[in-house]
């Protein structure tokens, strides 16, 4: 992925802006003189199995005696080797650090006080007097509930015209081997230090439990995803990294109802088990399968897991965890650190997920490795648990590792629909070719039957008539008349012919028309009178010019056998629906005024080879000709379906 340089100026810009005014705000309540005091001196007084376990509401005039020591705050007091011998959270906390600081400088202005602090550091409960009375009771017992993640605030009620704060005494309740730890204490308006409160409470607490809601709402979609696609065990190992990692920091910004042991134990053993997930996601994304190390990582982690259960009956193994949680971060780190540079080494070259994940890792290894050296007091109390913001590295290298499988998916899909729109474009192209050379075919076998039907029509009908012509002629067997009928003829043969060959839209009207347009000049020539009563039909969807040729042929024949025997004046040609059963159909009918004939001893003679043509190509057509003939004159009829089931064959 690539950024523009006018993208980064602008990213730049807007974050220098941000941290100006923050800082800005920050150097005018620190600046501000007269209102807000810094306490950094201070005594301190450590008292043993002589403090009352629930601190009264005032100390009327008694404070703990003993030796007062001077110390500075920040204050820290350094890890002391555990001993397994002291049972750390069996027998409560019979130590009591003391410390009193003095503000008797502050002078008070207008509103509410406040006491703000970045940390307290103590296992047990804590609690602060001002003036001698009770402001601030904490009595949860265990880290994760005191001011180890979350800053101490408190607004102290003032009574109208009363005297300002002058002298506060933390008091601190804590297990023999666990040394405690104060920041520094701010007192002034309750206005002028909230900023500081908001702030370390929004980087400390809120911003890390965002983050963290977060990628846990990413891995619970990923979790369904893997219900879809069960072979694919990244979206599983998403999901946990992402639950872990939810429980792992827990302890930073969540209050929960169990004891101090379990809570510790389970954000402890949570982290190794992160650790655990995060080799596991490695190793499936550089493809090695790492089996010593992979073994040693979960068998540390599993021996652990055991060995810290807070149940000092049962598995008397080591001392109460929160009491080792120093130490075990130690051993946290060394195998995160192992880890990270064995991913990176088998991810550097081939694998930039395995690579970006592993330096992910390494990064958050860094990050808490703050948080062992605050919890070995090497850091000032003041300081930060940058151990916080592992999970913001990890859903980022992980959230960059979707994004790219992501857009690498869809430019995947995008080359495979350019391949597949290509390899389309190509066989479109073959096949409009391949269409074209089928047209041509089609078209070069249309004409060459178009050819051989009207070489067969002129053989059989302009052909016949014209050899015959010719003999008749030859041996002078007739008179001009009867060559110039015979011509005649030949030319109406040729001319319908021609008419078949034209466009008729299954229209056996405009079929009729091209019949009328033709032979209405002879018939006039003849005296005839021709009648046309036609009707509006519906259209023969199988007719076409093979099929037109048949129907002007047999309407052609019946005309001429009334031009030639009949001798009428009067000629009716007419059309109207006809359906025969279940078959729909046409029916043309011819009648004339002429004299009749008998039909049936004229197909069966020589003679009548005309009707019996007529038959045949009415039979072709999947039709039916008959013949009604008397004295006062002859009806033809032509039937013809609608829809044509039977295939034409070429009339003889």
């Given at each position: ?14 974050l ?20 807000t ?11 043993n ?29 350094p ?55 009770l402001?601030?009771?904490q ?5 994760p ?19 300002p ?11 023999p ?30 911003l ?8 846990l ?30 429980a ?21 053993n ?31 982690t ?80 003041e ?19 979707l ?81 110039s ?16 060959m ?27 009178t021709l ?10 969807e ?12 047999i ?98």
């Open positions: 992925m690539t950024y523009r340089p006018a993208s980064l100026l602008a990213a730049a810009i807007l220098f802006s941000v941290m100006s005014l923050l800082i800005a705000g920050i150097h005018d309540v620190i600046g501000a003189p007269g209102k005091m810094r306490l950094t001196r201070a005594e301190i007084l450590i008292a199995d002589d403090t009352p376990s629930r601190p009264p509401a005032t100390l009327d005039g008694r404070p703990p005696t003993g030796t007062w020591r001077p110390i500075s705050l920040p204050y820290a007091e890890m002391v080797p555990v001993d397994q011998t002291v049972p750390a959270m069996a027998s409560g906390y019979p130590a009591t650090t003391w410390i009193r600081l003095s503000a008797r400088d502050l002078a008070a202005g207008p509103g509410p006080m406040a006491l703000y602090g970045a940390r307290i550091d103590t296992d047990g409960p804590y609690a602060i007097y001002v003036n001698g009375r402001v601030e009771w009595q949860r017992q265990g880290r509930w005191n001011g180890l993640f979350t800053p101490l605030w408190v607004v102290l009620d003032q009574d109208a015209g009363g005297p704060p002058k002298d506060i005494l933390v008091r601190l309740d804590h297990a081997t666990t040394p405690v730890a104060l920041s520094t204490l701010w007192l002034g308006p309750e206005p002028a230090l909230n900023i500081r409160h908001r702030l370390r409470q929004l980087l400390q607490r809120e890390p439990m965002a983050l963290n809601s977060a990628f709402a990413v891995g619970v979609f990923a979790l369904f995803v893997w219900f879809r696609r069960r072979h694919d065990t990244g979206y599983l190992l998403f999901f946990g990294l992402a639950a872990i990692s939810f792992a920091h827990l302890h930073f910004y969540l209050d929960v109802p169990i004891t101090s042991d379990w809570f510790a134990w389970l954000t402890i949570a982290l190794f088990w992160l650790i655990v997930i995060l080799h596991l996601f490695l190793r499936m994304l550089h493809g090695r399968p790492l089996i010593l190390l992979t073994a040693a990582v979960m068998g540390v599993s021996i652990l897991t055991l060995l810290t259960l807070p149940m000092v009956g049962v598995l008397p193994v080591l001392p109460s965890t929160p009491v080792i949680v120093p130490r075990i971060y130690a051993v946290a780190l060394v195998m995160a650190a192992t880890v990270s540079v064995v991913g990176v080494a088998c991810a550097w070259r081939r694998f930039p997920e395995a690579r970006l994940l592993a330096g992910g890792l390494a990064v958050c290894t860094v990050l808490g490795q703050t948080d062992w050296m605050m919890h070995n007091h090497v850091l000032s109390p300081g930060w648990f940058l151990g916080a913001y592992t999970n913001a590295v990890t859903f980022a290298m992980c959230g960059t590792v994004y790219r499988r992501y857009v690498a998916a869809i430019a995947e899909v995008e080359r495979v629909n350019a391949g597949l729109a290509e390899r389309l474009r190509t066989r479109e192209a073959e096949l409009e070719l391949s269409h074209q050379r089928l047209r041509e075919a089609e078209r070069r076998q249309t004409i060459s039957e178009e050819r051989q039907r009207l070489m067969q029509d002129m053989h059989d009908g302009v052909g016949a008539s014209l050899i015959s012509a010719i003999r008749s002629v030859e041996t002078g067997a007739v008179d001009d008349a009867k060559v009928q015979i011509l005649k003829g030949c030319l109406d043969d040729l001319k319908l012919a021609i008419d078949s034209e466009p008729v839209d299954a229209d056996l009207l405009l079929l009729l028309a091209s019949l009328r347009y033709r032979l209405e000049p002879r018939l006039e020539g003849s005296g005839i009648v046309w009563d036609v009707r509006d039909l519906p259209t023969l199988w007719l076409e010019p093979s099929s037109a040729l048949h129907i002007l042929r309407l052609q024949e019946g005309i001429a056998n009334i031009l030639h025997h009949a001798q009428a004046s009067r000629i009716r040609l007419g059309t109207s629906p006809d359906a025969r059963g279940d078959v729909a159909g046409v029916r043309v009918t011819i009648e004339d005024d002429g004299r009749g004939f008998d039909a049936d001893a004229t197909l069966a003679s020589p003679s009548g080879r005309g009707l019996r043509n007529q038959q045949r190509r009415a039979q072709a057509l999947g039709g039916t000709v008959a013949w009604n003939s008397g004295p006062t004159g002859t009806r033809f009829t032509l039937w013809l379906p609608l829809s044509r089931v039977v295939s034409a064959t070429a009339a003889d």
